[in-house]
């Protein structure tokens, strides 16, 4: 039974069909035989973990790859989207996980990039169209602000502008929520409903069960690329959220269990005299051309004690990660570990007396991608004995400690001596997590550890956390997933422009708490 | 030390300077659009020397010097197309392609130049000069800046046009898109490897013209290797310009000074070293990396090849 | 982010991951004289089409610069300064930094002991006279890669550039210093002091062979296993391979900069000297062999790898001392060394990318 013939009987036109669509890569499958309806006025979310082969479709229905078999019907027509410009002239619009807008151009110059190079930009005519648009679905936007100064929520509802000035019929949003506040989820989950009932298609890519079952008015599982099921609006709409979220997880997981993501937090009670392991005294950083600066930042983390801190991406977390790890200059303030003064001492240094940081960017900065597995783990600590001596490579010593640090973290790899860039974001972090919870840790920055990690990474990785807090370390847990933090944290601090804006325990009321203050409330 | 000063003099000194200037001009306007789309265009002294070597021989053997620059353009495209196949189109590395490109067609023209002319040296008439009416009879500004041959003010006149390129057209946008977030050009359904490539090509044909200039209206004639590195001096303006023409124009200007200056201090029988000048503007421009070359901010993804879906 | 440093990903012809097999090892072989073949061929091309026979200049080119005593002896000799070039540039391509000034640094190298030398012997035992003069040489051109240096360390200039510059400058600077400074005053030929044939280096038994090719071979090994096998060597290759991961590490970028340049530079002065005290004896007003340039391709070629880096130099040499004859003898320039050596590396650079697109390998 295809997909076609079922929209055929309840009158609804199929905007994009696919038919059996299959996606081959060189030693992998990231599609296998998927059939996907997508009509309009609907909001059809396609829900999977990382690598389920979602990203894969993407960049299917919006040109940037091509189907390996089956077909896709563009209003029952079967059609080749050869590229980016054939998508869009096809009334598909796509906007990126990663955003797609040119930092450097303001908005309008961003809007108008893509039209045919002899052209002049038509500023005025723009002008136009994008105050009849916002005027109708309620979103505004500065045509003349530098996309740079943007933040990551305006530069998404650029993004949709663009689509919609383009008389996108198809929009498709990847991931648009990992970036966002709370309330900017929920308004993101508004105006999807606006433009179904304009007409438009919405194809809403996601892995949070939550906002599938909230937003979608029709939900397709995708598991290690193949359709593993479809919940249709009629029964969408009859079914309670918790229902909808048990299927969802069945479908997932093939087993009945409430949300796996949910975890039972034991709260724990510290005595207020221990003593701190990590104080963090007035700690500013000036800020740059791209990046926030910090302002007096204070917390304490006592002994097995776990700190989380939220905030939308961009408030100045990567500056204090890296201003605490010795990365970042900063311009007062001070950091002390177990009593001693950290001031003025390199990263270096600072990892030998116990201070570790979990990069949250791991091919960036995190690894040197065609360097082998072996030599990965030992990135930070080069020169020392005894992966060398006098300064020369003891190259038996450390393979086999790798091969040993392999085995322990479970790390999937074909050969110690694989260039660490071939290995999966799961594995890769593996390495970077044995990486820093080496000898001597007492404190540990965890910037956005399970980011991009599948189900099983994220839920290996969170017990590893919880675990290196459990053995008595200080533990910093940065991230932008709220749900996170609240299963894991003994305290949650709010970041919002480089400054910490509140405290909470994580208890009772803590998520009112910290959406709150992460809108600018007081808590 | 009679005569530095005198008008005859100065006229010379400034005509010399935009004579040198021009070259520059050229080359740095050409690299700047690459360098602009993403395209680190070190190939650039290759495609120069491949045109002044096509524009002489056009013009020695069609007798017009025309149709020389459009053998030279042609020729410094034909650099560009290689260029934009291998780096742009294959994504090789632009830094060795670039190098090889340039050691090549430096040795190739030396050695085509030696199997047609042997030793002898055939120089082509002095080439003619167009004075613009009025300006052209101001006194020592008016020989020197405004009687010069029509590929002059069309140099200048190409400040102006690129300015209005990036600024108001849409191939502006495209290019700095493509520079500085390819992949954001790419989804808004534009080619990267297309805007890429006509902006190598661009740069050929620039940079092939600025060649020809050198050796059909500076010299006069074809010499292996007469380019002297003008497309590395190139390189360093549309660096040092960060995407403004007008400031290549202004810093071709400064080095036009320089190099004239050693010749001009030859005429003025000023006994110093040719070399010591010849170091005047490579220190300018070295003084002036040190003093500004903090804010020489580049295109995010310059020398990056462009490879759809990779990220 | 404002990036002001170049970082080019290349495909092709990056620097060798040692992880070879057997099978390995002959695609690699096939991989690389395939091109050169090819290179033969279009390069031959040229020749027919200027009226030369290929086939007789090749071969003329292998008889002078390979088979024929003198002229292996002269190729071998050749090799020295190539070397410590070679070796310079390894340094500075595998940490990531594009030092393209190594005429300039040669030249002044050279200056530096034609200076030196000849001066020195008068006072002292003829090996320390030559100690010195190296290290002099060192010295000079280390100081010259200094700006360079720190713009790219402190300010993130573009080190293409200003390399170029200061090798602009730099041989300028040479030949001030050669008609003012250090001129011979006993001969009208614009030149320094020459050093006499006995104080320069000795020559290798009972050949005409300098033993500068010792020295150099010492070089690039010692260079090579510095760069594979110790902590310096990584921390550089993680410079070059990922800066940020670097930052992120907590290697010292700025100094592991300005270390990397100064050795690079170091081993060019080297080289300038090694042909001056071991060969020329003297340098002449407006020399200028533009070594450094004609050995970039070679490393590319070579991937970085020091030893099959001795491999290319020596085909270098002996195309350069091959062709230099057949200039002479058969009246082709010898540019059409720098031709071959282009067409070379284009070809290279295609095979491996053609290589790298079929059997590229996936995310396991």
Known sequence: MTSSSLSAANGKPDIVTLERVTKRFPGIVANNSVDLSIRAGEVHVLLGENGAGKS??????????????????????????????????????????????????????????????????????LEARVAEISRTLGIGVNLHAKVSELSLGEQQQVEILRALLRNSRLLILDESTSMLTPKGIDDLGALMRRLVEQGLAIVFITHKLKEAAGFGDRISVLKLGRKVGEITPERLRALSEDEIIAQIVELMFGKKESDPEEQARVARAFSAETTPLLQVRDLAVPATATAPGLASISFDIRPGELLGIAGIDGNGQKQLAEALAGQLETSGGSVRLAGENLDGLGVGSRREKGLRYLTDDRLGEGTVGTFPVSINFFLKQIGTSPFWRKGVEQRQEIDRRAGELVREYDVRTPSIKTPIGRLSGGNIQKI???????????????????????????????????????????????????????????????MSGGALVGTVENSGDARTKVGRLMIGLAA | ??????????????????????????????????????????????????????????????????????????????????????????????????????????????????FQFSRSYPRLPAADKTAIP?????????????????????????????????????????????????????????????????????????????????????????????????????????????????????????????????????????????????????????????????????????????????? | MSVETTQTSSTALEPAIPETGKGDLLRRLVMTLGPILAALVIAGCILLAVGVDPLAYYGFVIERGLLSPLGVQQTLTRMAPLLFLAAGLIVAFRAGMWNLGGDGQFLLGAVSAAAAGPFLVQFLPTWLALVCAFLLATAVAMLWSLLPALLRAYQGVNEIITTLMMTFLGTSLANVLVKLAFLDPSTTVPQ?????????????????????????????????????????????????????????????????????????????????????????????????????????????????????????????????????????????????????????????????????????????
């Not at chain 1, 017990?463 to 940065?478: E, T, W, Y």
């Not at chain 2, 009687?147 to 003010?153: N, P, T």
């Not at chain 3, 062999?289 to 970039?296: S, T």
């Open chain 1, 432 to 494: 970077l997590i044995a990486r820093e919870l080496a000898e001597g840790v007492k404190a540990v920055i965890f910037n956005k550890p399970t980011y991009g990690l599948d189900l099983a990474n994220t839920l290996a990785t969170r017990q590893r956390v919880r675990d290196v807090a459990a053995s008595g370390m200080a533990v910093l847990l940065i991230s932008t997933d709220l749900e996170e933090l609240l299963s894991m944290c003994d305290r949650i601090a709010v």
């Open chain 1, 56 to 125: 894969t479709l993407i960049g299917m229905l919006s040109g940037l790859q091509q189907p390996s078999e089956g077909r896709i019907l563009v209003d029952g027509v079967p059609t080749a989207i050869a590229s980016p410009r054939h998508a869009l002239a096809l009334g598909i619009g796509t906007v990126f996980q990663h955003m797609m807008l040119v930092p450097t151009l303001t908005v309008a110059e961003n809007l108008l990039v893509g039209g045919p190079w002899w052209q002049r930009p038509k500023a005025e005519e």
């Open chain 2, 134 to 311: 009025l300006l052209a009879d101001i006194p020592v500004l008016g020989p020197a800046l405004f009687q010069h041959h029509l590929v002059v003010y069309f140099a200048v006149a190409l400040v102006f046009v690129m300015i209005y390129i990036y600024r108001r057209t849409q191939l502006g946008l495209n290019l700095q898109a493509a520079g500085d977030k390819p992949a954001a050009l790419d989804v808004a359904g534009i080619d990267v490897i297309r805007t890429r490539t006509i902006a190598v090509l661009t740069t050929g044909a620039l940079a092939g013209l600025g060649g020809a200039y050198l050796a059909n209206v500076g010299a006069g004639i074809f010499i292996p290797f007469i380019t002297n590195g003008a497309g590395f001096l190139g390189i360093v303006l549309a660096m040092l310009a960060r995407g403004r023409p007008l400031w290549v124009l202004f810093g071709a200007l400064l080095f036009g000074v320089c190099l004239s200056l050693t010749t001009a201090m030859q005429v003025a029988g000023i006994n110093m070293p040719t070399d010591i000048i010849q170091m005047l503007p490579f220190l300018a421009v070295m003084i002036m990396l040190v003093l500004f070359g903090r804010k020489a901010s580049l295109p995010a993804a310059l020398g990056m090849p462009y490879e759809r879906g990779a990220r």
């Open chain 2, 1 to 114: 030390m009679t005569g530095l000063f005198d008008e005859v003099f100065l006229a010379a000194l400034l005509f010399g300077a935009v004579t040198a200037a021009v070259p520059l001009l050229l080359a740095g306007l050409g690299e700047q659009m690459s360098e602009k789309a993403g395209v680190l265009n070190i190939g650039i002294e290759g495609m120069m020397i491949l045109g002044a070597y096509l524009g002489f021989l056009g013009a020695y053997y069609s007798g017009s010097l025309w149709l020389g620059f459009l053998a030279g353009a042609l020729g410094g495209m034909a650099v560009a197309a290689v260029m934009a196949l291998l780096c742009v189109r294959l994504g090789l590395n632009q830094i060795v392609i670039g190098i090889a490109l340039t050691l090549g067609l430096e040795g190739l023209t030396a050695l085509l130049h030696h």
């Open chain 3, 192 to 364: 320094t002091r020459t050093l006499p044939v006995e104080d320069r280096l000795p020559r290798l038994f009972d050949t005409t062979i300098s033993s500068g090719l010792l020295l150099g071979l010492v070089a690039i090994i010692a260079v090579h296993l510095v760069m594979t096998r110790t902590a310096f060597g990584l921390k550089l290759q993680v410079v070059g391979a990922n800066p940020r991961a670097a930052v992120h590490s907590g290697l010292g970028v700025p100094t592991l900069t300005i270390a990397v340049f100064a050795i690079s530079a170091g081993l060019a002065g080297l080289a300038g000297a090694v042909d001056i005290l071991g060969v020329q004896g003297n340098v002449r007003a407006d020399w200028n062999p533009a070594y450094g340039m004609a050995v970039i391709p070679m490393v590319f070629l070579a991937r970085m790898n020091g030893f099959a880096a001795i491999g290319f130099v020596f085909l270098l040499s002996i195309l350069s001392i091959g062709g230099e004859s057949a200039a002479r003898r058969l009246g082709v320039p010898h540019h059409f060394t720098l031709v071959l050596v282009s067409i070379v590396l284009i070809t290279l650079a295609i095979a491996e990318y053609i290589d790298h697109h079929f059997i590229k390998t996936r995310r396991v």
